[in-house]
């Protein structure tokens, strides 16, 4: 079992910043990815930003150059450091881990970007 814990979402303006953080807890050594997904209203969730253990990083073409995602060595916690954001980024964002046969996910955390 992992559990995670995201923190960091708020109200930003247009421009501005935000990091996100995933924090996980369990079995964090059967992690092998983790990644940062969103849902906007009316919408389906979409991946925003995934890393592998090994470092390896993929992005939405739409956060492409604007977003980073992070971990620290021992996959206990991942980042998203968002810059120029845009009324379009405001979803929730959830933080997902991948296992081998299991994924888990957090309970979102709320992003809103006013123009």
Do not use: H
Not at 2 to 19: C, F, H, I, K, P
Not at 26 to 39: C, E, L
Not at 69 to 76: E, L, P
């Amino acid at each position: 079992q992992v559990q995670l814990v995201e923190s960091g979402g708020g109200l930003v303006q247009a421009g501005g910043s935000l990091r996100l953080s995933c924090a996980a807890s369990g079995s964090i050594f059967s992690i092998n990815a983790m990644g940062w997904y969103r849902q906007a209203p009316g919408k389906q969730r979409e991946l925003v930003a995934r890393i592998t253990s090994g470092g390896s990083t993929n992005y939405a073409d739409s956060v492409k150059g604007r977003f980073t995602i992070s971990r620290d060595a021992a996959m206990n916690t991942v980042y998203l450091q968002m810059n120029s954001l845009k009324p379009e980024d405001t979803a929730a964002y959830y933080c997902k881990a991948e296992t081998y046969g299991y994924t888990y996910w957090g309970q979102g955390t709320q992003v809103t970007v006013s123009s």
